[in-house]
């Protein structure tokens, strides 16, 4: 039977845009009370109008807290307002931020960048766990972090990101064991390219169009999808899927290669001397 998640907490850290705003929306679907984080400034149309994303759906509004991620004291304030205004437990936690510098040129390393990657995109997961349990005095059924194929593929600007998603994918296995015996389960998620504001701002805005040129097999996937994804993990229906990395990506991580290009070089327009 599906998991029901009438007036269960769902805590989406960077959930008002991209796929996070998507995953949110896919569980409020469900009945559940969302609460999304953002870090940066909102005005309040801006709050408004994701409110409205909600309740024009006919889905409970989302709690909206600005709240750093690496801050212990406005995890803790989060926690608290939670447990003030939405009821005694989270459910589910997605772990959805990620940061880090682009790094264009080996001029870019530094051990600051991929630290500072790593404390956006990796301890998140663990600190929210042990706050989530200070503060209700229990875990969360479900926790989600998010990831990409970066690890096992070449992205332009992507060196710290890429290395941050590889930790994120270990440490999720591992605590995955470590929770075991209390009945809190783990998984990452592997989105690929998703048309959000995070994609052009890390590869720039034409790798869109170029990719849709040369698109051999459903290069780009939508938030939608990933949202309902991770949904999916968290319906009670594939509670034997643990300390996992799925793939959502339309199989396009395998398909995507010199083969296949070659394959469809004419549909593709692809020229050169090809016999």
């Not at 991620?69 to 997605?94: H, S, W, Y």
């Not at 940061?99 to 051990?111: G, V």
């Not at 994804?229 to 290669?257: E, W, Y």
């Amino acid at each position: 039977m599906f998991h029901s998640y009438q007036d269960k907490v769902v805590l989406i850290t960077g959930g008002t845009k991209g796929i996070g705003l998507s995953t949110g929306l896919a569980f409020a679907k469900q009945g559940a009370q969302c609460v999304l984080t953002y870090k940066w400034e909102r005005s309040k149309t801006e709050l408004a109008l994701l409110s409205d994303a909600f309740l024009s759906r006919g889905y409970k509004a989302p709690l909206l807290v600005q709240s750093d991620v690496t801050q212990e004291e406005d995890i803790a304030n989060l926690l608290e307002q939670i447990l003030l205004t939405c009821g005694d437990g989270v459910e589910v936690f997605v772990s959805n931020v990620s940061f880090a510098t682009l790094t264009r040129s080996l001029d870019d390393y530094a051990e600051r960048f991929l630290l500072k990657s790593i404390e956006y995109s990796v301890w998140p997961i663990v600190a929210f766990i042990r706050a989530i349990k200070q503060t209700f005095g229990c875990y969360p059924r479900y926790v989600l972090g998010l990831s990409s194929n970066g690890p096992d593929a070449y992205h332009v600007n992507y060196d710290f990101v890429a290395a941050s998603k590889a930790l994120l994918e270990t440490m999720v296995q591992y605590l995955n064991y470590r929770f075991r015996e209390e009945g809190l389960i783990i998984n990452a998620v592997r989105a690929r390219f998703v048309k959000t504001e995070s994609l052009w701002a890390t590869f720039g805005a034409g790798f869109e169009a170029f990719g849709e040129r040369y698109n051999v097999a459903d290069l780009f996937v939508e938030a939608s999808e990933v949202g309902d994804a991770i949904l999916a993990l968290c319906s009670g229906l594939m509670d034997g899927i643990r300390g996992q990395i799925i793939n959502v990506d339309k199989g396009s991580t395998f398909a995507d290669n010199i083969m296949s290009y070659y394959e469809q070089r004419h549909t593709l327009g692809i020229q050169g001397h090809i016999p």
